[in-house]
């Protein structure tokens, strides 16, 4: 079921408000994908866990130094082609959302699923983008 899309505006903002890109066409996540410098995508929801954890944890992650060069987002339930092209770029991995795959030189290179997301604090799903963020990009 598709949601009305002014009821998913500020959900959207959220994340585009500090720079996040919204890919809302299959054809925007190739190009996005085929940019080999390393980027955070988020597969975006409605859910209270994206709301309460996933968002704001994501939010306070991106200020590390050690982070992706770029970001996106694609919509659950809204962007549903987008959606499925972002995770037909990882088909080993089970869908979900709220999630995050982490990007370096056009591969998954981790990802957090949303039982990593579910039922923890914004802190700790901060705490592990970071962790991801060091083990990839730290110097």
Request: aromatic share 6%; proline share 8%; charged share 20%.
């Amino acid at each position: 079921m598709m949601y009305p899309p002014e009821l998913l505006v500020p959900m959207r903002e959220e994340l585009t408000s500090v720079g996040f890109q919204e890919l809302t066409t299959p054809a925007a996540v190739d190009q996005w994908v085929a940019d080999k410098a390393s980027g955070l995508l988020v597969i975006n929801s409605v859910c209270g866990c994206a709301a309460g954890m996933a968002r704001p944890g994501v939010r306070a992650a991106i200020e590390h130094p050690n982070r992706p060069a770029r970001l996106a987002t694609v919509f659950a339930g809204q962007d549903r082609e987008a959606t499925q092209q972002a995770r037909g770029k990882f088909p080993h991995i089970a869908p979900s959302s709220p999630s995050m795959a982490l990007f370096k030189d056009g591969q998954v290179v981790d990802f957090l699923p949303r039982h990593r997301i579910e039922g923890r604090s914004a802190q700790q799903v901060c705490d592990d983008l970071k962790a991801m963020f060091d083990q990839h990009f730290g110097s």
